[in-house]
């Protein structure tokens, strides 16, 4: 009988892994295996075309006095300080909000999530027509209340910012789902206990609500810290390489990218990419240490 | 049973015998494939290639567009694999594919078939060359005009310039213009210069001020006393107010203010063209630049390449034969999408545009200096050092001469490094 049973979880264990194999051979070919090629590569003086020569540790010497790196590690930060917690907030107070049985609330939804399902070369040309200097339509509304709006894009100064405002605002949709999941997984009976206990919003969302979203927060910061370290799609989108706006919005992805496939140091890039790989580990892991800390956990705080 | 055999052995020899036709068939008709970077180009270029199939029916064009700011990243990444097109859209980087061995030496091609370089630009023919060696066939050159918004002159009271004119000139223009705009309380300004390119604006320039891009010894000229008076020229037009800031044309491209008549003049681009062209506008006019020091001035070239691992170089070099020819030339000239390279059909160039006359784009080739990007190892790094340090320059982070002698010890610091 035994045997038997092992026989079969045998079986099931090699259809569970056939079903699997597709996904497997993907992640193989294009994650591991273009891995493994990247930590090669920056070992090497690949350019585009030609023989690629062994210089051993030379990218990395390179990177590490190299003054454009820090000004865009200094940037992506800035990425991850100021878009990790408005994210983070915002959504959470409209997922709260949108947790009610009001009719129509389908649509709110839908509208809040629209920004995340349209196409980001869109998003990016649409919000580079609102933002610019001569004739777009923020400045004319901010000319409006008297106030002369910069030059959003290309002013070093404000470039940054502006990046920001758009990628929260097509962050957000994701954030908020994913808490609406996490708040419909909290039972009524709590907040009917709360109530008998004359406890008002407030004191509900503080002390029901958030602890009991602290897992979901937790999974949340993680991935969209790691998610804003790569910001690289709607920088490339809305300011071109020759603004003068790069100077002040260049994240680390933006200054690979330039590195890698504009000047095509393929091997200096690729050190900057395993770089910004130890950044992100690193950061996780100690996210991870401190996970027990900060995230409540409904059966005592030692599940596993 | 024996009827049935028959019938299989019958119906599986009427398949061989027409595998074997069209086998036959396929092997007489040979496919090319032809690379370009221009979407209002590839209109024209497809029209060529109609002819071409017509007069050679064994040999298929099949047209590849990658847009320009994708271009070079996928033609790199296709010319490692040994994947590029047969024939392909090349400018001013042929000497670091001539030196990848991406570009096929044209030097027995031509001596074949007689190919006469006296019929074309020589600034074209030189930059299609390197170390002695033909790699390029010529397709056509960047050139430089001031086109004037005639309506604007007309409204501010400004006597518009001719031809002839010199940089002085421009500067009494620009003043007298900007002193009517704000009498009449606008905001406009006298004149536009691209700033963000380097082939577009501001080397030019340099040329026009008696500098250049390099000394005879290889190394960096950027540094000289020319080019920084070249780029001053261009600071002080800013600091007076007479032309947008670098910021500016960085949030709407300077084409885009003359169009919209934010700017009075543009110092135009034969790249840039078309643009005018196609915009709605009436009442405007081309000059020849205004003369500084010089009358040179630089100017990209365009070529056409053949891929040296292409499997049908004859059938490739049938095509660029082709699209060298006076027929293909009068056609690409007339059409106005670039200033064609052989001199005959310049004047059909001219004669293209219907807002303007776009003769000063053509009389000015003579002194034109053909772009070059230094070693073959380095362009790509001397190209991404210019864009970087003068944005410095231009924003005002850093003195002329500073910026200019940073960049060009950057750019000599390249150099030495990849020696």
Known sequence: MRQYRSRRAKKEAMEAYLFLLPFLVGVSIFNVYAFVQNIIISFTNKKSLGQAKFVGLSNYVKLLADAKFYQAIQNTLLYVVICVPAVIILSLIIAVALNQKIKGMGIYRTLIYLPVITLPTAVGMLWKWLFNNQFGLINEMLAGIGITGPAWLSDPKWSLLAVCIVLIWSSIGTAVIIFLSGLQGISTSYYEAAEIDGANAWQKFRSITFPLLSPTTFMLVVTEIIGFFQVFDLIFLMISSTSSGMKGARSIVMLFYEEAFTKFNKGYGAAMANMLFLIILVITIVQMKLQKKWVYSENGGDDK | ?419
């Open chain 2, 1 to 419: 049973m024996n009827r049935k055999r028959l019938t299989a052995m019958v119906l599986s020899g009427v398949l061989a015998a027409s595998m074997a036709v069209t086998g036959t068939a396929a092997e007489d008709q040979v496919t090319i494939t032809f690379s370009l970077w221009d979407e209002i180009q590839s209109v024209v270029y497809q029209q060529l290639i109609d002819n071409f199939e017509e007069q050679n029916p064994n040999i298929h064009v099949e047209m590849q567009l990658t847009p320009w700011d994708q271009y070079w990243t996928k033609f790199d990444a296709s010319a490692g694999a040994n994947q590029a097109a047969d024939v392909f859209f090349m400018n001013i980087w042929v000497p670091k594919y001539a030196e990848a061995g991406i570009l096929e030496p044209l030097d027995d091609y031509m001596e074949k078939s007689d190919f006469d370089f006296s019929l074309y630009a020589p600034s074209v023919v030189e930059s299609s060359t390197y170390n002695g060696v033909h790699y390029a066939v010529p397709k056509g050159t960047d050139s430089l005009a001031v086109i004037v918004n005639s309506a604007l002159f007309e409204k501010y009271g400004v006597t518009e310039p001719e031809n002839g004119w010199t940089w002085d000139d421009m500067l009494t223009v620009c003043g007298e213009l900007k002193t009517a705009i704000e009498a009449a309380g606008d905001s406009i300004y006298p004149m536009d210069f691209i700033l963000n390119s380097a082939n577009g604006a501001w080397e030019p320039v340099i040329y026009e001020f008696g500098g250049q891009a390099f000394n005879e010894d290889g190394t960096s000229a950027l540094a000289s006393d020319e080019a920084v008076a070249g780029i001053q020229a261009l600071v002080d037009m800013i600091d007076e107010g007479y032309i947008p800031d670098y910021q500016t044309i960085s949030d709407t491209a300077a084409e885009e203010l003359f169009i919209s008549g934010q700017t009075c003049m543009l110092y135009l681009p034969t790249f840039s063209a078309q643009k005018v062209e196609q915009a709605e506008m009436e009442n405007v006019k081309l000059i020849q630049i205004p003369a500084a020091k010089s009358q040179d001035f630089l100017a990209a070239t365009m070529h056409y390449g053949m891929n040296a691992a292409s499997e049908h170089k004859d059938e490739a070099w049938k095509f660029l034969e082709y699209l060298a020819s006076e027929e293909a030339n009068d056609i690409i000239g007339k059409s106005g999408i670039d200033l064609p390279a052989r001199l005959s059909s310049q004047e059909y160039y001219g004669e293209s545009f219907t807002k303007f006359n776009g003769q000063a784009f053509v009389d000015v080739i003579p002194s034109a200096k053909p772009a070059e990007m230094g070693p073959a190892y380095a362009s790509d790094e001397i190209n991404s050092i210019m864009n970087e340090q003068i944005i410095e320059i231009f924003n005002k982070n850093v003195e002329v001469k500073e910026g200019l002698e940073q960049m060009a010890a950057d750019i000599n610091a390249a150099i030495e490094a990849g020696k």
